[in-house]
Nanobody
Framework: QVQLVESGGGLVQAGGSLRLSCSASVRTFRNYAMGWFRQAPGKEREFVAGISWRGDNTNYADSVKGRFTISRDNAKNTLLLQMNSLKPEDTAVYYC???????????????????WGQGTQVTVSS
């Protein structure tokens, strides 16, 4: 089974930055669309950002647009999420997800991804 491992979470003050990383064990990483989701206490898991197989197409939730940047390095089987200008409402567990099914547009739904990491905690203090 595909294994995804997130890292880079932590505690940061409002306005600060963090970079999340997702390491994938699968050899065919380049054939997976990838995404980041997050889940805050008492809330449903929500889409944050997604990126296509080649990295030529991305999509962002309105709440993070302009602040977060998703990228990938297929040679290193790595997915990244650069988070700037963090806000307290960004506090959540962030999950890396993978989708092997080809789609023209980046999938933004929870059910559109097959594999999930264990998550990494991001806490933004006010």
């Amino acid at each position: 089974q595909v294994q995804l491992v997130e890292s880079g979470g932590g505690l940061v003050q409002a306005g600060g930055s963090l970079r999340l990383s997702c390491s994938a064990s699968v050899r065919t990483f380049r054939n997976y669309a990838m995404g980041w989701f997050r889940q805050a206490p008492g809330k449903e898991r929500e889409f944050v950002a997604g990126i296509s197989w080649r990295g030529d197409n991305t999509n962002y939730a309105d709440s993070v647009k302009g602040r977060f940047t998703i990228s990938r390095d297929n040679a290193k089987n790595t997915l990244l999420l650069q988070m700037n200008s963090l806000k307290p409402e960004d506090t959540a567990v962030y999950y890396c997800a993978a989708n092997s099914r080809y789609t023209v547009a980046v999938t933004t739904t929870l059910r559109g991804y097959e594999y999930w990491g264990q998550g990494t905690q991001v806490t933004v203090s006010s």
